[in-house]
């Protein structure tokens, strides 16, 4: 009795479960799509339909006009899976990521969790790179490490600048490694004793504190080491209030999940 054909559809997602992302896969670069995207025959595919695409953004560190000044039809070409798509079967791959081999090996090297140091190379309003110990230089960045804004304090901060500086040595902690971007992603404050742990003020309380910052809606006050609420404007009924005066409050609203604290003049 003959058997039935394979379902395509099923073969379809056993190939595609076996490409998870972040794997390493070879091919031969078998032409260019419309949008500058370029296509690749995997190792191991059906020869008559290539799977494989490396969006222009992927392809190569290095800034180019056309495709074809990075890569040739025929060319062997060694990248990362991006991306799968279980309609089309195509596979989005990203060359740039395995392009510096130094790089990629040194990103597969940190592991969520690991400490690393190194020295603040750039601060913009975006993020601060930092060139972390050891690290290959970077094709494009000056630094491997890189902070985001949410990662620097446990503060209010309007600039990272109000933290860190070029040329300062800062310690963190390895939250996630990125080859999409060509980072380690690190965080400072994961090193930093959390000012909520510390708070002993709660809801009713009243406390005096120093005004950290005023915004356009209140002003923010320090009510624990680290830790600050904000009294809304509403509530201060037109007092001129500047930075760094002292301010008398009562605790209206603590919220640890959030990690809001609302507050309102005492006096």
């Known amino acids: 009795m003959t058997e039935p054909a394979p379902d395509p559809l099923e073969r379809l997602r056993e190939r595609l479960a076996a490409l998870p992302d972040g794997e390493v896969r070879t091919g031969t670069v078998a032409g260019f799509g419309e949008r500058g995207d370029v296509l690749v025959q995997l190792d191991g595919d059906d020869p008559q339909a290539p799977t494989g695409s490396i969006p222009r953004h992927l392809l190569s560190w290095s800034a180019f006009e056309d495709p074809g000044e990075v890569v040739s039809v025929g060319q062997r070409i060694t990248a990362e899976v991006f991306g799968v798509d279980e309609q089309s079967g195509h596979v989005t791959l990203s060359a740039k990521a395995c392009e510096d081999e130094a790089l990629y090996r040194y990103l597969r090297s940190k592991q969520r969790g690991d400490v690393v140091a190194g020295t603040v190379a750039a601060v913009h309003n975006f993020g601060v790179f930092v060139r972390l110990d050891g690290e290959p230089a970077h094709p494009a960045y000056p630094g ?3 902070v985001r804004i949410p990662e620097l304090t446990w503060s209010h901060i309007d600039h990272p600048e ?7 040595r800062v310690t963190g902690e390895v939250i996630d490694t990125d080859t999409y971007q060509g980072e380690v992603v690190v965080s400072l404050k994961a090193l930093q004793e959390d000012p909520w742990d510390a708070l002993a003020a709660g809801t009713g309380d009243v406390v005096t504190g120093p005004v950290t910052k005023v915004i356009p809606f209140g002003v923010f006050v320090r009510v624990g080491e680290a830790a600050e609420g904000l009294v809304h404007e509403s509530d201060l009924d037109g007092r001129a209030v500047r930075e760094g005066q002292e301010l008398t409050v009562r ?7 959030l990690r809001r604290i609302r507050l309102a003049p005492a006096g």
């Open 251 to 257: 605790i209206v609203e603590i919220d640890r999940v």
């Open 162 to 168: 109000e933290v860190v500086r070029p040329g300062q």
């Open 144 to 146: 491997t490490g890189f």
